[in-house]
């Protein structure tokens, strides 16, 4: 019997160094369009919660510069230690997304950025449920997941250690997140290169209806 969460956190905290030196060498075109497209919804001071923040390096570190008040959350222990040093200003936690203990309408925005892939897909509902309950009315969701149809799988080597993904087809994801209440404001497939191959995620950004201050265009309901 495998265990999803045991092989991701032993990979996570066994290749760090290694993902984070990776990050900072590649171009993050696609990562900054959206990071761009949030910045531009949210007025500063907005709450937003970072699921599988990693080590903070880029995303954490541009929403906390850019006036946002940040919580990371991330299932690896040494993720998290370096998220420390590259972002001390942000409130972070180590733990699982899926088993998250915050009030509901807790946060202006929720982001996963590449990390909702290692959750095993049968509680991707659940997930997007919760997430749907943490943001406030008007609150916008932002996170990439994954293209085609993938039941749970173990990658003997990635970056040197097994890694689990999985998730559905990105069609069945957008009916998830639709069936939520989530608005959808932009699903798009964006194929970029991960170290030496391609790949392809699908980005949402989703809203909550109702009104919020902190983010102008969050009127509809
Ligand atoms: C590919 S990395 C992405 C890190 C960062 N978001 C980025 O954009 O570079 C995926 C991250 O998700 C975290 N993660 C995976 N499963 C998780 C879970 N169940 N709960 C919280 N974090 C998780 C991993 O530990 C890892 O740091």
């Known amino acids: 019997m495998i265990d999803p969460r045991k092989i991701v956190v032993e990979g996570y905290d066994g290749i760090a160094r290694e993902y984070l030196e990776l990050v900072k060498s590649m171009e993050s075109i696609v ?63 180590l733990g699982d997304m899926t088993e998250l203990e915050f009030n509901d309408s807790s946060f202006d925005a929720v982001t996963a950025f590449y990390s909702i892939t290692h959750i095993p897909r049968i509680d991707h509902p659940n997930l997007i449920t919760s997430i749907y309950k943490l943001l406030k009315p008007g609150g916008i969701l932002l996170a990439n997941l994954g293209k085609g149809d993938l039941p749970d799988t173990i990658e003997s080597d990635w970056l040197g250690k097994p890694m689990f993904f999985s998730h559905y087809d990105a069609d069945t994801s957008e009916e998830m997140i639709r069936k939520t209440g989530l608005e959808i404001i932009r699903a798009d497939d964006e194929p970029e290169m991960e170290y030496d191959h391609p790949v392809c995620f699908r980005w949402f950004v989703a809203r909550k209806p109702g009104n919020n201050p902190r983010i102008p265009g969050g009127t509809r309901n």
Do not use: H, W
């Open 31 to 93: 990562r900054s369009k959206y990071l761009n497209m949030l910045v531009n919804l949210l007025s500063p001071g907005a709450t937003i919660l970072e699921l599988g923040c990693g080590a903070g390096v880029p995303m954490t570190r541009r929403l906390v510069d850019e006036g946002f008040e940040v919580t990371g959350v991330d299932i690896s222990r040494e993720q998290l230690a370096l998220a420390e040093k590259n972002v001390p200003e942000a409130m972070l936690i």
